[in-house]
């Protein structure tokens, strides 16, 4: 069992509202990142933190943001949601090169 | 950077068949590599990895997987498949001097459909 939560794991909503996905990790992990997934695609890391108030972007680029105020807690933002922000987003801690996946946010914007 | 090639994008196969899902990825250095996995439903979860040492790992649910350097491969077999093994499969490489997971390069996946 993994013991990394991301809510809400349905969301759909209108263009330009904003939106927080929220990950939270029990296992203490100080890395965590959030990935992008479309249908038939590879993983995209959208953003990573080493640990609190650590923050960077990935290798995809992203309108979102992220915070770490908290180890446990890694939350997604995206202040102004559009269609093309349409996609699932996966949250995960790792330890020693491997990563525990949340299951995922599929965010459809209307 | 590296990139990670993941031949089939979907297997259909009927139960107790043989199963191997390449990967072939490309990188200069030395690297980790990973299989993962995501039943229908669920959130990818680690099938199993190799860092160093024996070139063939094995992994839960009876799968294993042999690293070929020569090949930049890193396939993923499993000798008898269930029902139950229906699911989308990714592999996935780091460099080996990354600690964290920040360069971990994914294929695309397979979709793996096993029928009774």
């Known amino acids: 069992e993994a013991d990394i939560y991301q809510t809400p794991r349905y969301l759909v909503i209108g263009t330009g509202k904003k939106i927080t996905l929220e990950c939270s990790q029990t296992?203490?992990?100080?890395?965590m990142y959030w990935y992008q997934q479309d249908p038939g695609m590879e993983l995209h890391l959208i953003h990573y933190s080493y640990g609190v108030n650590s923050t960077e972007k990935g290798d995809l680029s992203s309108e979102s943001t992220v915070s770490r105020i908290r180890t446990e807690h890694f939350p997604l933002t995206l202040e102004s949601a559009r269609p093309s922000h349409t996609s699932q987003y996966l949250c995960a801690s790792s330890k020693w090169g491997e990563l525990f996946f949340g299951e995922g946010s599929r965010l459809t914007v209307l | 950077a590296q990139s990670v090639s993941q031949h089939n994008h979907h297997v259909i196969l009927s139960e107790a068949a043989s199963l191997e899902l390449g990967c072939n990825y490309s990188?200069?250095?030395?690297?980790?590599l990973f299989w993962y996995v995501q039943y229908p439903g669920q959130h990818l979860q680690l099938l199993l990895k190799?860092?160093?040492?024996?070139?063939l790992v094995k992994g839960i649910k009876g799968f294993e997987a042999e690293f070929i350097k020569s090949k930049f491969s890193f396939n993923l077999r499993k000798p008898s498949v269930q029902w139950s093994d229906t699911a989308e499969y990714f592999c996935a490489v780091s460099p080996h001097s990354g600690g964290g997971a920040d360069g971990l390069t994914f294929g695309k996946g397979t979709h793996l459909i096993i029928q009774p």
């Open positions: 190799y860092f160093s040492g024996d070139p």
């Open positions: 990188y200069g250095g030395t690297v980790n």
């Open positions: 296992m203490g992990h100080d890395k």
